[in-house]
Nanobody, 115 residues
C-alpha cells in the first residue's frame, strides 16, 4: 500500500523560506517520477514541480526560479525547497507520483505565507 508522509510546513513571512520533505513507502521509489502538488483555498489541486527517476526537473511558471525539487533515493524521500515565498503560495502541499496514485494522497503540509 502506498504511503506518502509530508512534513515541514508552517507559517512564514513573505520573502521567507521553508523546506518540505516527503517519505514514500509502498512504491518502487527509485523508478518513480515524483511531484509536489498544492491546493490553495477554493482552488483545484495543481502540480507545481516534478522530478524524474533520473533527476530531471520541471516547474510550473508560478514557482520557477524560487522553488527546487530534489530527491534522495536511498532514503525514499523527495524534498521541496521553497524560497522567496509569496502570500499566493499559501496552500496545502502534497507529494505524489506523477501521474498521481489516488491511494497515495496524504494529509499534506500546510504552508501559510503571511505577515
Amino acid at each position: 500500500q502506498v504511503q506518502l508522509v509530508e512534513s515541514g510546513g508552517g507559517l512564514v513571512q513573505p520573502g521567507g523560506s521553508l523546506r518540505l520533505s516527503c517519505v514514500a513507502s509502498g512504491i518502487i521509489f527509485r523508478i518513480a517520477a515524483m511531484g509536489w502538488y498544492r491546493q490553495a483555498p477554493g482552488k483545484q489541486r495543481e502540480l507545481v514541480a516534478r522530478i524524474s527517476s533520473g533527476g530531471l526537473t520541471n516547474y510550473a511558471d508560478s514557482v520557477k526560479g524560487r522553488f527546487t525539487i530534489s530527491r534522495d533515493n536511498a532514503k525514499n524521500t523527495v524534498y521541496f525547497q521553497m524560497n522567496s515565498l509569496k502570500p499566493e503560495d499559501t496552500a496545502v502541499y502534497y507529494c505524489n507520483s506523477v501521474p498521481p496514485r489516488q491511494s497515495g494522497w496524504g494529509q499534506g503540509a500546510q504552508v501559510i505565507v503571511s505577515s
